[in-house]
């Protein structure tokens, strides 16, 4: 059982370019989000995502893009990345929007130089 | 709109000892999360609290909820080092889960 998988876990950019960031659970949940974690300032979530076609902003989603066209993958995309998306991303998924606990994935480290 | 605020930011304890690390939410929240994040690792779930005065408890460590104060506690008795990690409380609205900024839990032999 996989649970929440993300790849990749390491990443450096330079300013300006675009990547995509994977995730993507296999435990059929509808819920999908995903967080940044900076030092000192606990998680923040960006974008979330309440099922397939249905994607809303969080905390943070200015430069970040998302969408949802399955129920198993939310991917997240940095349209120009510049030095303040450096930050570690995680992406977590529950069974029943906010009234369950979330199950994390492991994590990307990104830089951006 | 929902805020999380934790305190302390860091613990620094002996083994042995008690303390409590407390998480005061701004509105109401549909649900209390307690999460552990070891360095370097993701973010693992240890409580769900549903209702007020809810309680909660997994050997050394006990959550609790007081909904009328927006306080919820995570109680660790006789710390371990095994304890040594991040403690985060996250509450929950309108499909948003909002976590607080963390407790860097340090357990000293």
């Known amino acids: 059982n996989a649970g929440v998988t993300q790849t990749p876990k390491f990443q450096v950019l330079k300013t300006g370019q675009s990547m995509t960031l994977q995730c993507a659970q296999d435990?059929?949940?509808?819920?999908m989000s995903w967080y940044r974690q900076d030092p000192g300032m606990g998680l923040r979530l960006i974008h979330y995502s309440v099922g397939a076609g249905i994607t809303d902003q969080g905390e943070v989603p200015n430069g970040y893009n998302v969408s949802r066209s399955t129920t198993e993958d939310f991917p997240l995309r940095l349209l120009s990345a510049a030095p303040s998306q450096t930050s570690v991303y995680f992406c977590?998924?529950?069974?029943?929007?906010?009234?369950?606990?979330?199950?994390f994935g492991s994590g990307t480290q990104l830089s951006v130089l | 709109e929902l805020k999380v605020e934790q305190n302390p930011l860091f613990l620094s304890m002996q083994e042995g000892k008690n303390y409590t690390i407390y998480c005061n939410y701004s509105?109401?929240?549909?649900?209390l999360y307690w999460y552990r994040q070891d360095p370097g690792k993701s973010l693992e779930s240890l409580f769900v609290?549903?209702?007020?005065?809810a309680v909660k408890q997994e050997g050394r460590l006990m959550a609790s909820l007081d909904t009328k104060a927006r306080l919820s506690t995570l109680h660790i008795t006789a710390a371990v080092h095994d304890l040594s990690a991040t403690y985060f409380c996250a509450g929950s609205g309108t499909y948003k889960y909002i976590f607080g900024t963390g407790t860097r839990l340090k357990v000293l032999a």
């Open positions: 509105t109401t929240s549909d649900r």
């Open positions: 609290l549903l209702s007020n005065g």
């Open positions: 977590a998924s529950s069974y029943d929007g906010s009234r369950k606990k979330l199950f």
């Open positions: 435990m059929n949940h509808e819920y």
